[in-house]
């Protein structure tokens, strides 16, 4: 792990993790970034194993008041803008080419990382160092009804420019922490500490995913070739317990997903995973070995080695 010291504002000291895989590292030339989603933090050993394998040196970040990154007390996951983490994106990439000499980086972002991590790009055009973006079921839109996406707005605007960080109610769903972690329905043993199965949403930091994703939906030229990976299918998830969620999206609306995918760049290709969950690369071993099968033919085709 490498600390990335951002200074502090009033939440306490600000920090991100980079993380790196070690096994292969000095022998390969390019470099994959992983972004997290919301509430989230890299633990996907699995991931830089197959990654590695096939010729990638992996690298993942946990932004700041996430997972490694955040201190003791402060608000998980927050933010008032998105824009705030593009310093840790920045030096994180400065770190891949100059201090580790990497030939190549690929950002790969999930959920939440896959809106903050084109916005970045976006600002950076020309400038950013970065080679490809795959994004991983990537947060373009809310699910839900229009009415539904229209309460988000008023309360993002109303009360998250006013008190940033108060709480705003959530139904008390878990389905797809249930679907991935060992404890319930899912194989994988990741920190609950560092990524508990429900976490708050506060309202300034909806207010900044909106404003976001608002951003994305006007259009950005994002200049690098970009993948966008996402399942067959959504399923909203309820109280009651069901084996399809361990085979379809239950967080996001995967057509948002292509709906808004051209917004992204000129550059885009979407894949489709049959079967996949929200974040593909933690489906069952079938699923995500194709999904990861499949995101390494487009990297080699699109960005080659040195």
Known sequence: MRTIELGADATGPLAATLVRHDAGAAAHERALLHVHGFNDYFFHLHLADAFAARGWAVYGLDLRRCGRSRASGQPRHFTTDLAEYDAELDEAVRILRDDEDRSAVVVE????????????????????????????????????????????????????????????????????????????????????????????????????VRRGQRRLHRGLGVDVPTLVLRSSRSIAASATWSDDYLRADTVLDVAHMSRYAGCVGPRVTVDVIDGALHDLYLSDHAVRTGAIDRTVEWLDRTVPGR
């Open 109 to 208: 972002a999930h959920s939440t990382g896959g809106l903050i991590a084109p916005l970045w790009l976006d600002r950076r055009q020309g400038r950013s160092r970065v080679d490809g973006l795959v994004l991983n079921s990537p947060w373009f839109e809310f699910a839900g009804t229009r009415r539904q996406r229209l309460v988000a707005d008023v309360a993002g605007e109303t009360i998250g420019r006013i008190r940033p960080l108060a709480e705003l109610p959530s139904p008390p769903i878990d389905a797809y922490g249930a679907s991935i972690h060992s404890s319930r329905a899912g194989e994988w043993d990741f920190d609950l500490e560092l990524k508990p199965l429900l976490s708050p949403v506060y309202a300034g930091w909806l207010r900044a």
